[in-house]
């Protein structure tokens, strides 16, 4: 039975378990770029838990700083931004994920412009090392920084489509690389036919993210602060912006879930596809849903001159739905009690001298 016939027939379950019987073997090399970060962490988690036996983890970190250790996993510390560690890393590679990326938040992304265009340096040098090393497939984590900024100027938005990225007016920097660096994966499928798999990221959260220290996103920033506030005795938290701007936030056991999902299923070969939750919310929603979890009312205060990004943002997933009958559905509300538990936790570490993610 082809991938075809399993995407109408079967529930998200079921397609895993096919996906993973017909097409993983549990001992083929998985190479994780970027598995010393957050996305890059879980999926190393993701695998191993399901009985993937030879998983290779790469970042640029130095071990010690790595986010998760998982272990039995070969974990290397090399810059992927040069051609000889991603031929290192992708040497007996049945299949590669790149997850790595100099990126963060928005106060990051405005900020390091060229950091974030020089990422195009590590998917340039390991889609070709994958290449030549023979991989059966290889995915590429790509942004909803990727669409066209002109249509994401209102924070009521129509959700984005896969067709919104063209005409091109990617975000500054970020959203320009991860739009190449598609096209460049589109290529190796069609002049090449290696097996590519995109998916657009819409602002992921969760335990083992970046928290604190300049790149973390919005649902991370807003649980730290919210536990600063008390801490102190407060009770105040800064907003970025004016608290109007809307987005919607994947938890991280969706994604990790969709990347396994959009990178076995032949449909989506080279065709870049949302993986992202469509539950839009204000920040000033989510700071309301950090107060209901935190038990506390914050004033809040507002700073229209920070970094802000696009006025909204939302994923369209008809198209997600229509070929894998599945879409990120953890609420927001209860992947934020998650995250929000986990930094309290990573706080109280770092007061008390213990080391901790960020
Ligand atoms: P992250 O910063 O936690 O992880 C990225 C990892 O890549 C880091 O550990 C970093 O050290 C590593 N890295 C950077 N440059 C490297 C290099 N030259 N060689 C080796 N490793 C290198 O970020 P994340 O949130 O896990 O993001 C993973 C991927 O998903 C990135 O491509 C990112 O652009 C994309 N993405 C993330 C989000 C999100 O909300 N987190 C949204 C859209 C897209």
């Known amino acids: 039975m082809g991938p075809a016939a399993w995407n109408s027939h079967y529930s998200y379950e079921g397609l895993l378990a096919l996906a993973t019987m017909t097409n993983q073997p549990k001992n083929g090399l998985i190479v994780i770029a ?15 838990e399901r009985g993937f036996t030879r998983i290779r983890a790469i970042d640029k970190k130095p071990l010690p700083e790595w986010y998760q250790h998982v272990p039995g996993v070969e974990s290397l510390c090399l810059d992927l931004s040069d051609r000889e560690s991603c031929v290192q890393a992708c040497e007996g590679a049945w299949e590669v994920y790149n997850l790595a990326a100099d990126m963060g938040g928005m106060g990051f992304i405005e900020r390091f412009r060229i950091e974030c265009l020089r990422s195009v340096l590590i998917n340039t040098h390991l889609i070709e090392a994958a290449y030549r090393a023979g991989a059966e497939c290889y995915f590429y984590s790509s942004s909803a920084c990727a669409y066209n900024t002109e249509l994401q100027k209102d924070p009521k938005v129509r959700a984005l489509k896969e067709s919104d990225a063209y005409p091109a007016m990617a975000e500054r920097g970020y959203g320009w690389e991860k739009l190449f660096s598609e096209m460049v994966c589109e290529e190796y499928w069609a002049e090449r036919g290696m097996k590519t798999f995109i998916a657009r990221f819409h602002n992921v959260y969760g335990p083992f993210g970046t928290w604190a220290g300049g790149r973390e996103k919005a649902p991370a ?29 994947m ?30 919310v204000s920040i000033n ?19 229209p001159k920070a970094p802000r990004g696009v006025a909204g943002r939302n994923s369209d997933n008809t198209m997600i739905q229509s070929i894998l009958h599945w879409e990120p559905r953890t ?26 993610v960020s």
């Not at 929603?285 to 506390?296: F, K, P, T």
Request: net charge neutral.
């Open 34 to 48: 970027g598995g010393g970060g957050f996305i890059g962490g879980a999926l190393v988690r993701y695998f191993q």
């Open 221 to 249: 920033a807003m649980c730290r602060k919210a536990i600063e506030a008390r801490d102190s005795g407060s009770n105040k938290i800064v907003i970025w912006g004016d608290g109007t701007a809307t987005r919607s936030f």
């Open 251 to 280: 938890y991280i056991d969706d994604c990790v879930k969709g990347i396994d999902m959009i990178t076995h299923c032949e449909d989506l070969i080279a065709r870049p596809i949302n993986l992202g939750s469509s539950e839009l």
């Open 285 to 303: 929603q989510l700071v309301d849903i950090v107060e209901s979890i935190a038990g506390m009312k914050l004033h809040r205060e507002y700073d």
């Open 331 to 356: 609420p927001l509300r209860d992947g934020m009690a998650k995250t929000y538990a986990w930094i309290a936790q990573q706080y109280a570490d770092r007061k008390a001298g213990r080391r901790t």
